[in-house]
């Protein structure tokens, strides 16, 4: 709801339209994460080991690309006034938010966050402490969307780097989590972490890690081309206040002189 009004002021201030795909990408966002944290869906995540795959690639993969793409930054900035979003602009570009928005940082944050959940005694702790596996749902959510807005965000960034990295970094990630996947497969035998789960159901929640993970980074590589590709083309739906402006002053109406009609001698 906040978001559709931040976006009716951006229209009012600004007299430009909101594109409809973003307010569709984040009407998507929305309903990935309440289908995410839906009754049945989080007592499957609790009792089987897909269940919880499935919450983990609902809240911390495909929510954040659809809720990244609906560039909630850019209406936000528009309706606050004027010195609540300078605040907002500059804390985003203070040293600390630009460390932790790097696409590096935050890709090494969701791979720590990935590996510390299935080698430690974290993934047991969420299914049984419901506090634990709120705090776990809430960082998911968070890292994803911070990783998905690094490296492919509409919306501006304060320490987006050029192309190569950004997609050095979405593959680095989809490397480590395809690696995951692989040794949860590999060793579902003897997962320490996962005691008391069928062999088989650890397989298949190691498969839908696998080719779940790819296609939420797939919708992420699309994005980002697409994205670079609107603004390579000037598609911009930012208001100008956000955007770099020249600075040149407006030139004056050169006045023609009027000169008077000869008089008869």
Known sequence: MSY????????????????AARTAAFAS????????????????????????????LLLGMYAPV????????????????????RGVTSVLRSRPARVLTHPVTAGLVTVAGMYALYFTPLY?????????????????LMTGCVLAWSVAGPDP???????????????????AHAYLAKTLYARAATWPTVAGHDREEIRQAAQLMYYGGDGAELL????????????????????????????TKPSRPVRMPTGRKPTAA
């Open 220 to 247: 992420l590589a699309i994005a980002l081309f697409t994205v670079r590709r609107a603004r390579r083309g000037g598609h911009s739906s930012q208001p100008k206040s956000l955007e770099s402006r020249s600075m």
């Open 124 to 140: 047991a702790a969420s299914v049984h402490d419901p506090v634990v596996g709120s705090a776990l749902h809430l960082h998911v």
């Open 66 to 85: 659809a809720l990244v793409l609906a560039a909630p930054m850019t209406p936000l900035l528009a309706a606050l006034p004027a010195r609540a979003a």
């Open 157 to 175: 960034a304060p320490a987006r780097p050029g192309l190569r990295l950004r997609i050095g970094v979405l593959v680095g990630v989809a490397g």
């Open 29 to 56: 966002g929305s309903a990935l994460i309440a289908l995410g944290i839906a009754p049945p869906v989080h007592a499957l995540a609790a009792a089987d080991p897909r269940g919880h795959v499935l919450q983990h």
């Open 4 to 19: 559709l009004v931040a976006v009716g002021r951006f229209t009012r201030r600004t007299l430009r339209a909101w594109p």
